[in-house]
């Protein structure tokens, strides 16, 4: 892993994991708890890949592990976060650009119920029964509407921190207006590109208008 990858994505899940202890886990929603670590694992998987992926998931569920309050053996959630960071750089495209915003939606969906029931699973092997209390289709639900809700807001924002880092040709060709990329903006209007599409197409139509106005006039002159 390069220098500015390891750095930008130690404190992403740094300032996540501050995020989600010290103010999502306080709010004492319903259910599960809005996974701030999560989403910030899925974003960067979905930028580096399959192999980046499982080590930033690897750490950040060891940290979260470690990090009070944590009530349960230390590497159950550092598993968990491996195997999807993993599963979901599998989801990256190989030119890395998402036209759509149904792609990390989609993997954002699959991670939430696949942790929380990789998490379960584990925990069911080693004698915890926490699940079985507060009821799994009950977490299942919750996590999944908490971590949809937050994804816009999040998702896109560290994907794109992720491409500027390293000067990803893709970040560079969506600043200059020219790429395709979902992290530029998924909720303007789907995606956010179509109407940057529109604009483009707009401003083409009216610099030929203006130039056709300038050549009448130019050739109304001569005569």
Known sequence: MKFNRILLSATLIVVALVVQVSVLARLQLPGAVPDLVLLTVVALALVHGPVTGSLVGFSAGLLADL????????????????????????????????TSAVGPMAAVVGAAVGSTLLYAGVGALVGDTAARHVGLGSLLFTAVI???????FTVPLIMALARRAENDPVADATGAGGGADVSSGWLSSGTGLRIGTQRGGLRVKSARGRA????????????
């Open 67 to 98: 990090a009070p309050p944590a009530d349960h053996a230390a590497g159950r959630y550092a598993l968990v976060l491996c195997v999807v960071g993993y599963l979901v750089g599998l989801v990256r495209p190989e030119n890395g650009r998402f």
């Open 146 to 152: 908490y971590d949809l809700l937050l994804a816009p």
């Open 212 to 223: 056709t106005r300038a050549g009448r006039i130019k050739g109304v002159k001569r005569l």
